[in-house]
């Protein structure tokens, strides 16, 4: 059985998968009479031709580690962006693909505030919160098509802290 282990979130390690979501550095603009920064345009969303933005909320149940992971799944017609709705760590599972197959798996801990967005067809693992509450607020796809693909992994991946 493989086993990886969780790196840190960051905007260079994730960028093959998508992008992080955060308020970190200095903020492109200062709005509202100067009470608030704004992080402008952070996300690459894609929503395909027949598609809309929709905004959905998930509440998941927490998991722990070392973590099974047994599937994995993308989105072909388009990305797909969690916000946390908490202050705590998560868990974030990729891979690249390899003709139609998930491969090279990376796992990585979202501090507390990241959210990620995932581009048009990466793979990725469910929705894994390590404490409660596991709200989050999803923006995605939301058309006519089924916009989902599952891989089953047998052998399972093993994610360790």
Same mark, same amino acid.
């Given at each position: 059985?493989?086993v990886i282990r969780t790196e ?20 492109d603009k200062i709005i509202n ?8 345009? *952070? $996300?690459?969303?894609?929503? &395909?031709?027949?598609?809309?933005? =929709? ?6 149940? %927490? ?35 390899a003709g139609g197959t998930p ?5 990585? *801990? $979202?501090?507390?505030?990241? &959210?990620?967005?995932?581009?048009? =067809? ?6 894994? %919160? ?32």
């Amino acid at each position: 059985m493989t086993v990886i282990r969780t790196e840190p979130l960051t905007a260079a390690a994730f960028a093959a998968f998508g992008d992080v979501l955060d308020a970190t550095g200095d903020p492109d603009k200062i709005i509202n009479q100067g009470f608030c920064g704004r992080w402008h345009d *952070r $996300a690459q969303l894609d929503f &395909g031709p027949d598609g809309r933005a =929709g905004i959905s909320i998930f509440n998941a149940r %927490p998991r722990a580690f070392p973590y099974r992971l047994d599937l994995v799944e993308r989105h072909p017609d388009g990305s797909q962006a969690f916000l946390p709705m908490h202050q705590n760590e998560w868990l974030v599972i990729v891979a690249g693909d390899a003709g139609g197959t998930p491969a090279s798996f990376r796992a990585f *801990r $979202a501090a507390p505030g990241q &959210g990620v967005n995932f581009h048009k =067809g990466t793979w990725h693992g469910v929705l894994t %919160p390590l404490h409660e509450p596991g709200l989050f607020a999803v923006v995605d796809r939301i058309g006519t098509t089924p916009n989902l693909e599952e891989y089953n992994l047998d052998p399972p991946i093993m994610i360790e802290p």
